[in-house]
């Protein structure tokens, strides 16, 4: 038995090698003959954008979850839609991605490539951007692992699926996550990211104004925070911008007030409250709701994880000149 289940995992070990790319392929220090400016280059203007534009963090955060669930930390969520036709970018779900995040990029990949041209990839300035405003927000600090590739397929239908959305139950939550790996504990840290950043009024609509019907009102929503968004949201279907914190106690802090709030009937969207009402989901919820500490441990390994999903090396990837075209991107009418 003993014998069989080594061999099973021999048999499994190059195609786990495939979903997470094995730490030796990427390094700490991939820069530091090549550009070695590379992280006071970086770090000088992720402070100046987050000084000028608070809610990049955010921005950045979900923009690099949602580069890395769809085909890996490849940066292909960057790639404009061109004649070739519509990327990740433009996927329904994606069109609410903040432009100070792509802005961001844009200045990051403009000072590095006049800086060390051709060196550094897109998604290595993601990754590092991510954990640079992760900390910066006061949430915890974590390694980059450096050396990724850029992608080099960007398609719009093959988003869906691969990103949960605010009413799935939490069966299709985890689901989703462990699609990926992330285990329901992982799950349940990484939603943690909701501590801030915020939501438009259209994704938790539902839930203040048409629940079911006998209550307009989700039962599991506080009163009074419920009666307090369906006034902000009066008008959201005209003036469609409206949006509220994700996390209204803390809003541009990283810390672990979102699971308080869940503990206090105040999460913002149906997935963020169910995490309490699901037995295999709420022992987390409680444990970081008391200690934030262990929340951070937890939430730093379980990004640098997510970092290292599905990263190309080597020919699989490329560095490209700029971060929303592929080097060999034929041009488009508008160009
Ligand atoms: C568990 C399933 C999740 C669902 C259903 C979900 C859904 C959403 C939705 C609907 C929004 C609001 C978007 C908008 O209205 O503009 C949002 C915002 C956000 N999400 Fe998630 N999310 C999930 C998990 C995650 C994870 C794992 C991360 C990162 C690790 C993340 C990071 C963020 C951030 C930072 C924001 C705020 C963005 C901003 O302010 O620009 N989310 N999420």
Redesign the pocket.
């Known amino acids: 038995m003993a014998f069989s289940l080594y061999r099973l995992h021999l048999f499994l070990l190059p195609f786990l090698a495939l979903i997470y790319t094995t730490e030796s392929n990427l390094s700490k220090d991939y820069y530091e003959k090549t550009c070695p400016q590379f992280s006071d280059t970086m770090e000088k203007i992720i402070v100046e954008k987050q000084m000028a534009a608070p ?1 990049t963090a ?2 950045i ?2 923009v690099f ?1 949602h580069d890395c669930v769809v085909g890996g930390c490849d940066a292909t969520i960057l790639i404009a839609s061109n004649a070739q036709g519509s990327t990740e970018r433009d996927a329904e779900i994606n069109q ?3 432009g100070d995040a792509f802005d961001l990029v844009v200045r990051l990949k403009t000072a590095l490539e006049l800086a060390c041209p051709d060196t550094v990839s897109c998604a290595d300035i993601l990754a590092v951007a991510t954990r640079n405003l992760i900390t910066m927000v006061g949430g915890p600090h974590y390694e980059v692992l450096l050396g990724r590739k850029d992608g080099l397929v960007s398609r719009a239908s093959d988003v869906e699926g691969h990103i ?3 009413y ?1 139950p939490v069966d299709k ?1 985890i689901a989703i996550f462990a699609s990926k790996n992330l285990t329901v504990q992982e ?1 349940v840290t ?2 943690g ?2 501590t ?5 009024c259209s ?1 938790f609509s539902k839930r203040i104004f048409n629940f079911n019907s006998t209550s307009q009102i989700d039962p599991t929503l506080n009163p009074n925070f419920a009666q307090a968004l369906r006034k902000l949201c009066a008008n959201y279907t005209k003036e469609t911008g409206m ?1 509220a914190f ?1 996390d209204v106690m803390t809003p541009g802090k990283f810390d672990n007030m979102y699971y308080i709030n869940l503990q206090n009937g105040m999460g913002l ?1 149906a ?1 963020d409250q169910a995490l309490i009402s699901d037995a295999r989901t709420k022992p987390y919820v409680d444990l970081y709701a008391k200690n934030q500490t262990a929340f951070f441990d937890a939430f730093a390994r379980a ?1 640098e994880k ?1 970092s290292l999903y599905q990263v190309k090396t080597g020919k699989d990837g490329e560095i490209r000149k700029r971060c929303d075209a592929f080097n060999n991107a034929k041009p488009t009418m508008a160009s």
């Open positions: 809610t955010a921005g955060l979900r979850f609410s991605l903040p949960a959305t605010p799935m939550l799950l990484l939603s990211a909701h801030i950043g915020f939501s438009h994704e949006s994700n969207l997935s990004i997510v």
